[in-house]
């Protein structure tokens, strides 16, 4: 993987545009995860990602989980799955790409994704009572991992931070809706 040099870290830390990715790149650089999942991914954002944790790690690769919808997304902005694994294979990563969304992939393969310290929801996903998503992405986190989920509002974009304890206590909360 390319270096990340100093000028660079800088300008992605304080100037970087849009200025809510600072944030995610600051909590990355000061608490580096062993593990990174992303829902929806740009490539060259991914890359930027890991060459932070990268730098902040004295070049230790983190555990890699892409979730995207690939060649079968309905915007324009369509990712190959094949090189988007090729891109990280040459970075020495051993990513674990699944294409659909959290709502569509199956729960066996969601069983085999545990210990994530850092989720990041590029897209608005439903995370309100009875969803699936909410029923399983707290099995995927680690103790401490958390949930950073874009969110916009008015044209601006924000980040929603959840614990792991935000997101099971959430959870049970939408079973007991569903028993009464």
């Known amino acids: 993987m390319a270096e990340l040099g100093r000028l660079r870290l800088w300008y992605l830390l304080h100037l970087a545009r849009p200025s809510h990715i600072r944030h995610l790149y600051r909590r990355v650089y000061s608490h580096p995860p062993g593990s990174l999942m992303e829902l929806g991914i740009i490539p060259q954002r991914t890359v930027t990602l890991l060459q932070i944790i990268r730098h902040a790690t004295k070049d230790i690769c983190p555990r890699y989980i892409a979730v995207d919808e690939f060649e079968s997304?309905?915007?324009?902005?369509?990712?190959?799955?094949?090189?988007?694994?090729?891109?990280?294979?040459?970075?020495?990563?051993?990513?674990?790409?699944?294409?659909?969304?959290?709502?569509?992939?199956?729960?066996?393969?969601?069983n085999q994704i545990t210990d994530v310290d850092l989720i990041v929801i590029w897209h608005d996903i439903n995370l309100n009572t009875g969803s699936r998503a909410q029923l399983l992405l707290p099995r995927m986190l680690s103790a401490k991992g958390q949930i950073w989920c874009q969110r916009s509002f008015q044209g601006r974009h924000r980040w929603l931070v959840i614990t792991k304890e935000e997101l099971?206590?959430?959870?049970?909360?939408?079973?007991?809706?569903?028993?009464a």
Do not use: C
């Not at 990280?88 to 051993?94: H, T, W, Y």
């Not at 099971?168 to 028993?179: D, N, P, V």
């Open 168 to 179: 099971e206590r959430l959870g049970k909360t939408s079973l007991r809706h569903r028993a």
């Open 73 to 110: 997304g309905q915007n324009n902005a369509h990712v190959s799955l094949k090189a988007t694994y090729r891109m990280l294979r040459g970075f020495d990563i051993e990513p674990r790409l699944l294409p659909g969304n959290i709502e569509s992939i199956p729960v066996s393969w969601v």
